[in-house]
């Protein structure tokens, strides 16, 4: 199948993201670009000091594989600026975006099927 043959793209030559696993957003730039090219992305605000965000890691993880959702992450230590913009008070926080668009914003520790559910509901 030729589909199979397009999955193994490194996604060097410019084409959509990889969306198998979570992408770790490097600057302002990079998450707008996320926004912009990808129908529905969770950002998940994060710092490695953070137990619930450890916690939330494999959940995060998870739904980058099994929906088609893109995932970014930000760790707040690394991008503070980026997290104040958000408004991002504590972590973990989960932003859900959908056309580029917050449509919903939750914080600490979420339930994987509720993140699946939101995901559908918007995608």
């Known amino acids: 199948m030729s589909d199979a043959a397009e999955s193994k793209d490194d ?5 959509p ?22 129908d529905v992305v969770l950002v998940d605000f994060y710092a490695d000091w953070c137990g619930p965000c450890q916690m939330l890691e494999p959940v995060v993880a ?3 594989v099994e929906t088609d959702a893109t995932v970014a992450k ?15 008070r504590g972590v973990p926080t989960l932003l859900l975006y959908a056309d580029g668009e917050l449509v919903e914003r939750m914080v600490g520790v979420q339930e994987k099927s509720s993140l699946v559910g939101l995901i559908e509901q918007h995608g």
């Open 11 to 15: 996604g060097t030559d410019g084409s």
């Open 17 to 38: 993201t990889n969306t198998t696993e979570p992408v770790h957003v490097e600057s302002q730039e990079h998450l707008q670009t996320l926004l912009a090219d990808e």
């Open 62 to 64: 998870e739904i980058a």
């Open 74 to 88: 930000v760790d707040i230590d690394e991008l503070q600026g980026l997290a104040q913009e958000n408004g991002i």
